[in-house]
C-alpha cells in the first residue's frame, strides 16, 4: 500500500494518532464553545412579540375590511330600498288617481284604445 492509504487503514498507528486527534479535536471544540456568543435573553422575546403582533395586525386588518365591505354594501342597499319605496308609493298615487279621477280613466282608456261610452 502507499502512504496515504497507510494513513487512513493501518490500525497499529491509526489508534494511537486517533486518540492524540481525538483530544485535540476535543480541545478545540472546548474553546469553540468558549468562544461561541450566546444570543441575548430578550431576542427571543422581541421575535416571539414581533411576530405576535405581526399576526394580531392580520387577523385586525382582516375583520376591518370585511367590516368595511359589509358597510358598503348596507349603503348601496340602503339606497336601493329607498329608490324601491319611492317607486312604491309613486305607483300607489298613480292607482289612487286611475280609482278616483275619471279624467285620468278616460286618458288611460283612449290610450290603449278602448272606447269609453258616456252616460
Same mark, same amino acid.
Given at each position: 500500500m502507499n502512504k496515504a492509504a497507510n494513513i487512513y487503514w493501518d490500525?497499529?498507528?491509526g489508534s494511537v494518532s486517533a486518540s492524540r486527534r481525538s483530544?485535540?479535536?476535543r480541545r478545540r471544540r472546548a474553546t469553540a464553545k468558549a468562544n461561541t456568543r450566546t444570543t441575548p435573553w430578550w431576542l427571543s422575546w422581541? $421575535?416571539?412579540g414581533s411576530i405576535f403582533g405581526m399576526l394580531i395586525i392580520?387577523?385586525?386588518f382582516r375583520a376591518f375590511s370585511e367590516m368595511r365591505e359589509e358597510v358598503e354594501q348596507n349603503g348601496r342597499l340602503a339606497a336601493q330600498i329607498q329608490n324601491l319605496m319611492d317607486e312604491n308609493l309613486a305607483l300607489q298615487e298613480e292607482?289612487?288617481?286611475l280609482k278616483s279621477d275619471p279624467r285620468v $280613466?278616460?286618458?288611460e282608456?283612449?290610450?290603449i284604445g278602448i272606447g269609453?261610452?258616456?252616460k
Open positions: 490500525n497499529s498507528q483530544t485535540s479535536t422581541v $421575535i416571539f392580520s387577523i385586525n292607482i289612487h288617481t $280613466i278616460e286618458r282608456a283612449k290610450r269609453v261610452s258616456q
